[in-house]
Nanobody, 122 residues
Framework: QVQLVESGGGLVQAGGSLRLSCAAT????????MGWYRQAPGKQRELVALNTSGGSTNYADSVKGRFTISRDNAKNTVYLQMNNLIPEDTAVYYC????????????????WGQGTQVTVSS
């Protein structure tokens, strides 16, 4: 069973930075899209940033210019560099992967990480 394991969340003051990481736990032959979603208390889960297998990236308008998504295909890992954080960025951040094929032949249409808390104090 392939799982996504996240790390890097925590508490930071407004204006600070955090870097989130997410890695697949098993040997992977291909992942199509990888990205990050977030869910704040009382709100729906929303897309933060997405990286496609073709290398294109998409960002939520609220994070453009502050967040950067990157991907290391050799390590099956996706990162989210978050700069100039604001209190409105406080949420649980979830790693996402779509179209995952393991080297043992397993296929997963979508996978989610367990979530990592990011708290930005004012």
């Amino acid at each position: 069973q392939v799982q996504l394991v996240e790390s890097g969340g925590g508490l930071v003051q407004a204006g600070g930075s955090l870097r989130l990481s997410c890695a697949a736990t098993r040997s992977i032959s291909r992942i199509n899209n990888m990205g990050w979603y977030r869910q704040a208390p009382g709100k729906q889960r929303e897309l933060v940033a997405l990286n496609t297998s073709g290398g294109s990236t998409n960002y939520a308008d609220s994070v453009k210019g502050r967040f950067t998504i990157s991907r290391d295909n050799a390590k099956n890992t996706v990162y989210l560099q978050m700069n100039n954080l604001i209190p409105e960025d406080t949420a649980v951040y979830y790693c996402y992967a779509a179209g995952v094929r393991s080297t043992t032949g397993g296929f997963y249409s979508t996978l989610w990480g367990q979530g990592t808390q990011v708290t930005v104090s004012s």
